[in-house]
């Protein structure tokens, strides 16, 4: 029974029951090589009415590093992860991008890179068995079309970078437009935040068919990097797996 139960507790966080890791190897982004995931139905992300609605207010703000989305509503703004039990709430979004198309996103696909990649912070403090943070990373693709939510949040991208720390103001929108909010396929592991203090507290779920970016707006970013340096290629190269193990959720 208890090696039933490690076996079960060692599936649900992704790593091999014989896996030993230490502090230190839960490190993110990581390469994600698809022939190496294993393959589980975990189930759906469950989606808090907050998602759906008019938020009361949004704004963007640069803490020099990244611009980063935050919103204000009067309903609850939080997932569910079949794994845990916890609810997380919607702490903000931002974003990690390159100098050219070929290189921007944290995590990679077979090695692959996109030019931008979104991560939705999600927090928890209710049980410190589980992780603190869910991060949703969504790879942005170069396309012709135009999606609501990052349309809202462009205009705001230059003037948030030129004024580091000051909230600017985003036209209201409801981010399930701009999430994958249907149910998605997506890879999920153990890992860290991607930033100082790189903390290794954060159940990925990466979803696996990118988004849409149009080169205007890609642009937008870039010139935001030529604003604040910093910005520049705000992405970290990937970590090494160790003996972890990323699980594809496919529908
Ligand atoms: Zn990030």
């Known amino acids: ?7 079960l507790v060692a599936i649900a966080s992704g790593l091999c029951p014989d896996c030993i890791l230490h502090p230190g190897d839960f490190q993110s982004p990581v390469n994600i090589i698809t022939e190496d995931v294993v393959v589980e139905h975990i189930g759906r992300i469950r989606w808090s009415k907050g998602y759906s609605r008019l938020p009361e207010s949004a704004t963007l703000t640069s803490n020099g590093h990244t ?9 609850p703004i939080k997932i569910t992860f079949p794994l845990f039990p916890v609810k997380y ?10 100098d050219k198309v070929d290189v921007g996103s944290e995590h990679k696909i077979d090695n692959k890179s ?6 939705v912070v999600h927090t928890q ?3 410190p ?12 693709t170069l396309t012709q079309k135009t999606i609501t939510g990052l349309e809202e949040i462009i205009p705001a991208v230059i003037p948030a970078a030129s004024k580091i720390n000051t909230p600017i103001t985003v036209k209201k929108f409801r981010l ?12 999920t592991y153990d890992g ?3 930033t100082a203090p790189y903390l290794e507290s954060v159940r990925w779920i990466v979803g696996k068919n990118p988004l849409l970016i149009n080169r205007d707006q890609l642009n937008v970013f870039y010139k935001a990097a030529q604003i604040e340096p910093e910005m520049l290629n705000n992405h970290r190269s990937p970590q090494d797996l160790k003996c972890r193990r990323i699980i594809f959720n496919s529908l």
């Open 114 to 119: 996109y030019p931008i990649e979104m991560h």
């Open 1 to 7: 029974m208890v090696v039933l139960l490690f076996m």
């Open 67 to 75: 611009v980063y989305l935050e919103m204000m509503s009067q309903y």
């Open 192 to 194: 860290s935040l991607t």
């Open 129 to 140: 068995l589980y992780p603190k943070y869910i991060v949703l990373g969504y790879f942005l």
């Open 125 to 127: 403090t209710e049980d």
């Open 89 to 98: 709430e919607f702490t903000q979004l931002h974003f990690h991008w390159g």
């Open 176 to 187: 399930s437009k701009l999430l994958c909010f249907r149910p998605f396929s997506y890879y």
